[in-house]
Nanobody, 116 residues
Framework: VQLQASGGGLVQPGGSLRLSCNASGTAYSVANMGWHRQAPGKQREPVAIVTSGGTPEYADSVKGRFTISRDNTKYTNTVYLQMNSLKPEDTAVYYC?????????WGQGTLVTVSS
């Protein structure tokens, strides 16, 4: 199983970015998919998750600003994170993850930097 994340970059405060992560290499159904982030010197923390049925949950710090969504087809399992009204404190490496069977898989991380 591979999770390939993309979409990070440098953005000014108040700006937007959209992260994508595709899960491939599995014939099993993908259950929850989500995003975590890890800021410099801090522990990794959950940002948002979305169930296989499309129900989202968000960390309090991103509610109202971030939107998680996913595309599920026979050959594609992709999760997105639309990030609006970005703040400097959103700066972190963002990791996608997916629950497949009894295991949790992680992507390689994509850096988001919010700075003027």
């Amino acid at each position: 199983v591979q999770l390939q994340a993309s979409g990070g970059g440098l953005v000014q405060p108040g700006g937007s970015l959209r992260l994508s992560c595709n899960a491939s290499g599995t014939a099993y159904s993908v259950a929850n998919m989500g995003w975590h982030r890890q800021a410099p010197g801090k522990q990794r923390e959950p940002v948002a998750i979305v169930t296989s049925g499309g129900t989202p949950e968000y960390a309090d710090s991103v509610k109202g600003r971030f939107t998680i969504s996913r595309d599920n087809t026979k050959y594609t399992n992709t999760v997105y994170l639309q990030m609006n009204s970005l703040k400097p404190e959103d700066t972190a490496v963002y990791y996608c993850n997916a629950d497949i069977g009894n295991l949790q898989y992680w992507g390689q991380g994509t850096l988001v930097t919010v700075s003027s």
